[in-house]
Nanobody, 125 residues
Framework: QVQLVESGGGLVQAGGSLRLSCVASVRTFSDYAFGWFRQAPGKEREFVAAVSWGGDSTYYSDSVKGRFTISRDNAANTVYLQMNSLESEDTAVYYC??????????????????WGQGTQVTVSS
């Protein structure tokens, strides 16, 4: 059983920064690729960023590229999402997801096997 627990969300002014964390309870953390998704009220869940098992391959949606950075600490079983230059459009519930085939990241939610409960990010303008 894989459990993912996100933290780090909150209220921030536009232009500010937040760092989200996702701690995974898994036997071998390095076997998994991870992704971050978000869902704003009234909208579908959308891909934000992903990282492969070694951390050397990452991918971002166009809307966050250059502002957000995904990383992982395999020793700490933790994935991070550093969010800078936040905009009101970034307001959403952010979800961490794990993919059993860790060799490649993925952008589709159906490619992920496990999900966290989400953490709210609110950006005030």
């Amino acid at each position: 059983q894989v459990q993912l627990v996100e933290s780090g969300g909150g209220l921030v002014q536009a232009g500010g920064s937040l760092r989200l964390s996702c701690v995974a309870s898994v036997r071998t953390f390095s076997d998994y690729a991870f992704g971050w998704f978000r869902q704003a009220p009234g909208k579908e869940r959308e891909f934000v960023a992903a990282v492969s098992w070694g951390g050397d391959s990452t991918y971002y949606s166009d809307s966050v590229k250059g502002r957000f950075t995904i990383s992982r600490d395999n020793a700490a079983n933790t994935v991070y999402l550093q969010m800078n230059s936040l905009e009101s459009e970034d307001t959403a519930v952010y979800y961490c997801a794990a993919r059993g085939d860790g060799r490649l990241w993925a952008t589709a939610s159906y490619d992920y096997d496990y999900w966290g409960q989400g953490t709210q990010v609110t950006v005030s303008s």
